[in-house]
């Protein structure tokens, strides 16, 4: 008897229990898009090497297009659509949205969950390949714009809209930086 090459499972996405059948073969993002309807992640190149299927799986950015769904049950998957708390835009959408980091708005989508991550990998003080000082006593070195565009440039955007992007990513660290000072008060 030959081994089935689909099974029945139950993904987490936006905080909600999803189950559904899937050929072992499929993609994260044809999961999301095609058998869930959640269409804000986008299908760019299909290769992992866009960014425009970007999507936050247990609080890290990974690419979906390259993600299986079956390699995905039992984490908790966010979506772009996931992001926003009701009406209310997250600090990362408001910037993208006050700072137009966005032309054709086809890439924004796995922008923002890329943007997300940075915000939370510079706060935990990871280094990226343009962090001068890679001690951890350092401490988080400053976001500036070189180290945004280096930590996006996993993201393409093929309108050319990196300088707003840039401004939105470091308006919403600085926003996440003055609430976390007005907590501490």
């Not at 090459?5 to 993609?27: A, F, Q």
């Not at 989508?109 to 390949?129: M, R």
């Amino acid at each position: 008897m030959a081994p089935s090459t689909s099974s029945v499972i139950t993904l987490t996405i936006n905080g909600e229990k999803h189950t559904l059948p899937v050929d072992h073969r499929t993609t994260l993002l044809d999961a999301l898009r095609e058998q869930l309807d959640l269409t804000g992640t986008k299908k760019g190149c299909d290769q992992g090497q866009c960014g425009a299927c970007t999507v936050l799986i247990d609080g890290r950015r990974a690419v979906s297009c390259l993600q299986l769904a079956v390699a995905t049950e039992g984490r908790e998957v966010t979506t772009i659509e996931g992001v926003a708390e009701g009406d209310e835009l997250h600090p990362v959408q408001q910037a993208f949205l006050d700072l137009d980091g966005y032309q054709c708005g086809y890439c924004t989508p796995g922008q923002i969950c890329s943007a997300l991550a940075v915000l939370e990998e510079h706060a935990a003080g990871w280094p990226s390949a343009a962090t001068a000082d890679v001690r951890p006593e350092a401490g988080p070195p400053p976001l500036s714009p070189d180290e945004i565009r280096e930590r996006m440039s996993g993201n393409l955007c093929r309108c050319g809209a990196y300088v707003s992007i840039v401004q939105a990513v470091a308006r919403a660290a600085e926003a996440r930086t003055a609430g976390t000072e007005e907590a501490l008060a």
